[in-house]
């Protein structure tokens, strides 16, 4: 059985100050809720102060992203051994932001995905297309070839400690989420790349997140899918009592 993950992308957004709160707000919500794993990626600035808040809670911390070099002159970047040592669990990799606006090729994250495992984060890997691609028939073949560039480095006994999340370009952050049977259909098919690289049992183990608007309204409707494990949220994930919701999908309101 998969655990349902639902992980919060603050992206950036939410100084030091501003995270507190909303911390707090969302350890008295879902701090000691045990049905789905809960994760928030805060911006680097306010990992620590998350760490402190969250311990002897249920929720984990993960980061947005991570240079794959050890250390060294690279002027502005986080290590993973960094991450790890701040007390990050997961670390989001390959978002379609840092794949468009930074330039990151599959080859980079497949990299970063190496690192982050060395140093045991369990890498959110990213993967999904554009409204053009989709319209060009050509979604399926970007998540192949994105998700294949992954599987150049990752070992079957490190898949478990891997989650895919297929996020469609076109539905972050603009209101229209893919519905639930396309946002299925993709990661069945995302599954089936897993199978056949990895084998059936490796596959049905591996979690496999939607991404692109979830809200409170249309998570029960999506995670009512067969093959959808969770959610990468972003924008609904910056009030706590919108995460939370999410978060406790399967309680009646
Ligand atoms: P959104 O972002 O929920 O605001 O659409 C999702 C994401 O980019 O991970």
């Known amino acids: 059985m998969r655990k349902p993950l639902m992980a919060g992308n603050w992206k ?12 707090k707000e969302l350890i008295n919500l879902v701090g000691t809720y045990q ?16 760490r402190e808040l969250i311990q ?5 911390l993960g980061a947005q992203n991570l240079y794959f070099q050890k250390e060294g002159a690279y002027t502005g970047e986080i290590s993973a051994r960094m991450l790890q040592n701040i007390g990050c669990s997961y670390v989001i990799l390959g978002h379609s ?10 080859a980079e994250v497949a990299q970063k995905v190496q690192e982050a495992l060395i140093f045991n984060l369990k890498p959110i890997i990213c993967v999904g297309e554009k409204l053009r691609e989709r319209e060009a028939g ?47 259909e993709m990661i069945q098919y995302l599954r089936s790349l897993l199978v056949h690289k990895y084998g059936e049992r490796v596959a049905e183990d591996t979690r496999i997140l939607y991404g692109g608007s979830v809200n ?14 969770g959610a990468l949220v972003g924008g609904a994930s910056l009030q706590a009592e919108s995460f939370a919701r999410i978060v406790k999908f399967k309680e009646k309101e």
């Open 216 to 229: 409170p309204e249309n998570i029960k409707a999506l995670m009512a899918e067969s093959d959808i494990d």
């Open 56 to 60: 002897d809670t249920n929720i984990l």
């Open 138 to 184: 050509k979604a399926q073949d970007i998540v192949r070839e994105e998700t294949e560039a992954i599987f150049t480095v990752l070992k079957p006994a490190e898949v478990d400690r891997v989650v895919f999340a297929y996020e469609p370009i076109w539905a972050i952050g603009t209101g229209k989420a893919a519905t639930p049977r396309d946002a299925n």
């Open 12 to 23: 950036m957004n939410k100084t030091l100050t501003e995270s507190i709160p909303l911390i």
């Open 35 to 50: 049905d789905t794993e809960t994760v928030i990626c805060p911006p680097f600035t306010s990992l620590w102060v998350a």
């Open 97 to 106: 932001e840092r794949r468009g606006y930074f330039q990151e090729s599959s």
